[in-house]
């Protein structure tokens, strides 16, 4: 049970950080503020001051629903605690997502495609490494015929597929830093959808029957 708190703990001090660092310098920013990048990095939209409590408002939704995924969907307390780290996953990235937003709204140059193919890849392979202990649900998951037909095949995929998404995801990191962000995220996100083929390849029916 302590190891769920000190989770909760963390995705409630994420979803602070983002107030935090959103109102200590909502009143230094102008009017308009840079709220969309194109694929090299671009500034391409704007919007009002207010929009940068978008996120805020997100990072509030996700603290609602991985705490009501946790509880809705099991009571094991290691599948409970599964579902709270892929949440921390994802707060992770908006935190660094609405840092990056303010700093670029402060006038700072922000190299937006490469930071967030490194903070998109960090979140899919902290998702995977989570993903092996998620029991079988209608909620989260992956989620197709085949994976929902037994446990054992459920298992079978979830186990595979956390270590590609962990594989892809600090592969999809080092290339966001090193070489470009965009190969970064079209890695890490290449290796999450390839899970769903995996799981195909590794579920089908005849496969299993030679498991058994």
């Given amino acids: 049970m302590t190891k769920i708190r000190i989770a909760i703990g963390i995705i409630v001090i994420l979803f602070l950080a983002t107030l935090v660092m959103t109102g200590s310098v909502y009143n230094q920013m102008p009017a308009r503020v840079p709220m969309h990048w194109n694929i090299k990095g671009e ?7 207010a929009t940068v409590w978008i996120i805020p408002v997100i990072d509030l939704a996700m603290v609602a629903l991985f705490i009501g995924l946790a509880w809705s969907i099991t009571k094991v307390e290691k599948e409970r605690l ?3 780290w892929m949440g921390v996953s994802v707060m992770v990235f908006f935190v660094v997502l609405q840092g990056l937003i303010l700093s670029a ?7 937006m495609t490469r930071w967030m193919g490194a903070a998109m890849s960090l979140m899919f392979g902290g998702m995977g490494r989570s993903m092996r202990d998620i ?13 929902m037909a037994s446990d054992e095949a459920w298992q079978i995929c979830h186990h595979r597929a956390s270590k590609i998404m962990v594989a892809g995801g600090i592969a999809g990191f080092l290339v966001s830093i090193i070489l470009s962000g965009v190969a970064g995220i079209l890695i890490s996100v290449g290796s999450m959808l390839y899970t769903l083929v995996d799981s195909y ?12």
Avoid: F, H, Q
């Avoid at 709204?105 to 190299?111: E, P, R, T």
């Fill in 43 to 49: 500034i391409d939209g704007y919007g009002p001051r």
């Fill in 82 to 84: 599964a579902i709270l």
């Fill in 105 to 111: 709204s402060l006038g700072n140059k922000v190299d």
């Fill in 135 to 147: 029991p079988r649900n209608g909620l989260a998951g992956i989620r197709t015929p085949w994976t």
């Fill in 201 to 212: 390849i590794a579920t089908r029916p005849d496969r299993m029957k030679e498991s058994s």
